[in-house]
């Protein structure tokens, strides 16, 4: 047998444990010596907190992607918290604490940061407080998370980013001690709302420099970092989640083996089918992430999951105190090859979890058991994952449990003393819960689900007439070619099968397409100005209306008064949604363009001057928008302006699949967002290349980056 080796043990996050599975009790020894001889080098002191012994027990979390229509109601202005935990209880056991993602897929669009995008959350952060407070009143904490890729974006007050290797960005004191840059806004944050976590996104671990401004704004906060943290980290890192990977027996997790009350939720978000590490995360005695949408993809949970997390979570919730057993045993000896035992004791109670990874139907003795006179006391043995006593086997020289497990099931036995009063309900059953279709559809939806809101035409222009300040683009048959956008990283897609939710080029359509008008120009703050005074047009929902623009207290709801900022009436008019925009249209007798019409009059190069970029020619990478008129040489084959940088533009593209609303923005901005594959594309945009916008509500929606140019039909 393979002689263990502590050091090398000690540098890796996962042990194979093969050699040492069902090991005699010499081999057993000799592994609760190294056990005992790592622990002298760790920091555990954390683990003895009690302000913190909530997170030990914390097996369901929830990560909550805040764009999905399930999460916030628009129309009636509402975080449906309460159904969100009501869905949680029912479906999945309830959660133990819920993670709000603000961020990617929408960082980079324009030049607000991470933390910004909490603050114009709806109602901002006096908003999420409550949301925060509901929750805390239904006994669930609330994480926030960070993004250490985030250096692109508006920096906070008195940061700068640097190039510290690991990705972090650090500023510097005037003593020259680094400190993670954005802590101080994220400590904010988390005392504005009453946060009690923080998700940890792409981390593995927490800089000191960062760590401390946290614990100020709260002295209990919780980091819960994306990756398996190094032993070293546990002096400040008491959970994290969890590959499904690591989960595959004879795999041991180094710190479940050395501290069994670190917190592991089990994670797959790309999985069709989580049966399998549900009931391998149950096995290691861990819990689990609920993730259904995935960055706009909606990849639900389905009844016969949902009822194994549930039947888990009982069995972890009620012998939690089991799984943080200090002397647990792995991979102890079963009598049926390929199936896996871990053995826990709670007191005199003795519990085992089983996997059955032999590859076929098991029934037969599995575990070898003390007899009745053993130990001087009778006793009982109990499958409490199917809900049933078990009756021991005699043997020639042991008594054994028989058990049932299906290929690939888990398996629960306890064994207690006679006189215990040990709870054994009916296991939970694989059948739809008794509420199932009460809350949230779960119905399986594909990419081509999304529903398109169908546009209605616009005042029609007599063929021959020459529209002012618009240019005709022909119609006839249009191969429309298109791809997400020109950043590495693709997740959520736009059209198609599930199957392609990673796509970055979407198959070839033919679109037949009539003739038709489009501005030469976006429309510009002048243009909208005109608009507002001449309709007095004002938003059911005005949080960053024109945010640009200025205007007297007094004024706040009367728009039209506003005033353009000084020298900017030629410039594109931005903050503005996609509603802002259909309102001009429609008052200009005109509508916006889809997404193919706008493809179309961008021409038929890369660019709309050709096939090689030329800076010259656009507005990209600049500090602010430009006048609409300032680049005639980037006009397009058919006269038009301003396709590519200067603003993203809005199109007539929205569509909901009943979790996500998104739409699609084209030709790329003046800004340009660099330092990570994370954000989205910026800058200026060939002419094949689109952007999926997702929408949330109009604070979010209206950027400083997005605006828009109309199109008139032809009678």
């Known amino acids: 047998m393979k002689s263990p080796d502590p050091t090398a043990w000690r540098a890796g996050p996962f042990i194979d444990f093969s050699p040492y599975v069902g090991r005699p009790e010499t081999v057993d020894a000799e592994l609760e010596r190294i056990r005992e001889q790592l622990r002298r080098t760790l920091d555990g002191r954390i683990f003895e907190r009690e302000d913190l012994a909530w997170y030990r027990r914390a097996y369901v979390e929830a990560f909550l992607f805040m764009y999905d229509t399930s999460f916030y109601d628009r129309e009636a202005n509402r975080y449906r918290i309460d159904e969100i935990l009501d869905d949680g209880e029912r ?19 324009d030049g607000r940061n991470q933390i910004d995008f909490y603050r114009d959350m709806p109602g901002g952060l006096p908003g999420l407080r409550a949301l925060t407070e509901r929750a805390h009143e239904r ?85 819960n970092p994306e990756g398996v943290p190094p032993l070293d980290a546990l002096n400040s890192i008491t959970g994290s989640w969890l590959p499904h990977s690591a989960l595959v027996p004879p795999k041991l997790s180094t710190i479940r083996w050395l501290e069994p009350r670190f917190s592991f939720r089990a994670i797959d978000r790309e999985s069709l089918d989580r049966r399998a590490y549900i009931q391998e ?14 960055f706009g993809w909606w990849n639900p949970w389905s009844s016969e999951e949902r009822s194994l997390l549930r039947r888990c979570v009982r069995l972890l919730r009620q012998y939690a105190e089991a799984f943080q ?51 001087g006391f009778e006793l009982r043995h109990y499958d409490v994952w199917q809900g049933m006593e078990i009756q021991l086997e005699a043997h020639a020289d042991s008594h054994r449990l028989a058990l049932s497990l299906k290929p690939g099931e888990a398996g629960c036995v306890v064994s207690a003393p006679a006189d215990v009063a040990l709870a054994c309900p009916p296991a939970l059953t694989t059948k739809p819960s008794a509420m199932e ?67 970055k080029n979407h198959p070839p359509r033919y679109i037949e397409l009539a003739d038709y008008w489009m501005d030469e120009t976006e429309v510009t703050n002048g243009d909208y100005r005109e608009f507002l005074a001449e309709t007095h047009y004002m938003p059911r929902d005005p949080t960053h209306f024109l945010r640009h623009w200025r205007r007297v207290e007094e004024e706040e709801r009367e728009p039209w008064t506003w005033s353009v900022p ?59 928008t430009t006048p609409v008129d300032q680049y005639p040489g ?3 084959c058919y006269g038009i302006l301003d396709m590519v940088g200067n603003v993203w533009e809005w199109t007539e593209s929205e569509r909901d699949d009943g979790h996500t609303r998104y739409a699609i923005i084209r030709g790329g901005s003046h800004l340009r967002v660099e330092g990570s594959i994370w954000y989205n594309a910026s800058g200026a945009q060939p002419n094949d290349c689109h952007e999926k916008m ?22």
């Open 139 to 223: 006994g669930v904490r609330v994480f926030v998370s960070y993004n250490p890729w985030d250096i692109g974006t508006r920096r906070e007050a008195g940061t700068a980013p640097s190039a510290d290797p690991r990705g972090y960005r650090y500023t510097f004191s005037e003593k020259g001690a680094p400190v993670m840059a954005d802590a101080e806004a994220l400590a904010a944050l988390i005392e504005a709302i009453g946060a009690d976590g923080v998700f940890l996104d792409t981390m593995a671990f927490d800089d000191p420099g960062f760590r401390v401004p946290l614990e100020r704004a709260n002295p209990h906060v919780v980091f």
């Open 91 to 109: 479906e999945f056991g309830g959660y133990d604490f819920i993670m709000l993602w603000q961020s990617y897929p929408r960082l980079g669009i």
């Open 281 to 294: 995360a149950f096995f290691h005695g861990c819990g689990l992430v609920v993730w259904e949408n995935i």
């Open 566 to 624: 000084a020298g900017k009436e030629r410039h594109p008019v931005v903050w503005v949604d996609l509603d802002d925009a259909r309102a001009y249209a429609r008052w200009a007798g005109k509508r916006l363009p889809r997404e193919e019409e706008w493809q179309r009059a961008a021409g038929f190069a890369v660019w709309p001057w050709g096939d090689r970029f030329d800076p010259s020619l656009c507005n990209s990478g600049s500090d602010d």
């Open 634 to 636: 980037g006009v397009s």
């Open 325 to 375: 057993d200090p002397n647990w045993k792995p991979y102890v000896a079963t009598h049926v090859e390929g199936v896996y035992a871990h053995r826990w004791h709670w007191g005199d109670i003795t519990v085992h979890t089983l996997l059955n990874a032999s590859g076929g139907p098991v029934d037969a003795p599995v575990l070898t058991v003390p007899s009745p006179a053993e130990g």
């Open 694 to 715: 997702l929408l949330m509500y109009p604070g979010l929606d209206r950027c400083a980056t997005i605006g828009f140019r109309c199109i008139k039909d032809i009678a």
């Open 437 to 503: 279709g009460t809350g949230i559809n779960r119905t399986r939806v594909t990419l081509a689900d999304l529903t398109l809101q169908v546009s209605a035409p616009s005042d029609p222009v007599t063929d021959g007439e020459v529209p002012e300040g618009m240019c005709r683009v022909p119609g006839g048959l249009f191969r429309f070619v298109v791809r997400h956008n020109t950043s590495t990283v693709m997740e959520g897609a736009c059209y198609g099968g599930v199957d392609h939710h990673l796509d």
